[in-house]
T-cell receptor, first 118, second 113 residues
Framework: NAGVMQNPRHLVRRRGQEARLRCSPMKGHSHVYWYRQLPEEGLKFMVY????????ESGMPKERFSAEFPKEGPSILRIQQVVRGDSAAYFC????????????????FGPGTRLTVL | GESVGLHLPTLSVQEGDNSIINCAYSNSASDYFIWYKQESGKGPQFIIDIRSNMDKRQGQRVTVLLNKTVKHLSLQIAATQPGDSAVYFC????????????FGTGTLLAVQP
């Protein structure tokens, strides 16, 4: 059973270009999470999606950032008009459906995409 | 606001010794806590978790302790090995509909042979 897959592993963009990061969850997982990690810092939550729905986007910047998780295919994190401050490692995690109002399921992380903006 | 922080940014131990990594959290509504290990260039790897209705949980060579009174979490690693060298993060969640994790800043564990 393959783990969470992310591609590309490394992405270089010039200021003003668009970055598209892809995440394929583990088999059987319908929940996807995106986190951003700056050097020597912890991961910061960005967005939580289920198939075709955004559940929580409280950590997403209001502009230039968007995420989707279509019925078919991987989840996409899209950053338009990138700036140098967007340089970071972006991690995707997936989990199976959450059981119960107080339930929690372990999130399995992918290897990350390291975005460098020149 | 919500935050999870660590007391020690770097911990250096001798191979074979026990390691203790500490974490403070501030959100009293958090009911689920997780420790992750992150090696250089890789994603976080689950180590052990604990729910708020427990104060101790043991795994293989690892123990997590939760003190809700002072909002403190610790990870104990027995007989630390060179392969344990990594950055360790604690994370908290209130679970339910919003399943997001709030991570601390991390502690670098360096194991000296």
């Amino acid at each position: 059973n393959a783990g969470v897959m992310q591609n590309p592993r490394h992405l270089v963009r010039r200021r003003g270009q668009e970055a598209r990061l892809r995440c394929s969850p583990m088999k059987g997982h319908s929940h996807v999470y995106w986190y951003r990690q700056l050097p020597e810092e912890g991961l910061k939550f960005m967005v939580y999606l289920q198939k075709e729905n955004i559940i929580d986007e409280s950590g997403m910047p209001k502009e230039r950032f968007s995420a989707e998780f279509p019925k078919e295919g991987p989840s996409i994190l899209r950053i338009q008009q990138v700036v140098r401050g967007d340089s970071a490692a972006y991690f995707c995690a997936s989990s199976p459906p959450i059981r119960g109002a107080q339930g929690y399921n372990e999130q399995f992380f992918g290897p990350g995409t390291r975005l460098t903006v020149l | 606001g919500e935050s999870v922080g660590l007391h020690l940014p770097t911990l250096s131990v001798q191979e074979g010794d026990n390691s203790i990594i500490n974490c403070a959290y501030s959100n009293s509504a958090s009911d689920y806590f997780i420790w992750y290990k992150q090696e250089s260039g890789k994603g976080p790897q689950f180590i052990i978790d604990i729910r708020s209705n427990m104060d101790k949980r043991q795994g293989q060579r690892v123990t997590v302790l939760l003190n809700k009174t002072v909002k403190h979490l610790s990870l104990q690693i027995a007989a630390t090995q060179p392969g344990d060298s990594a950055v360790y993060f604690c994370a908290e969640s209130i679970g339910g509909a919003t399943n997001k994790l709030i991570f601390g800043t991390g502690t670098l564990l360096a194991v000296q042979p």
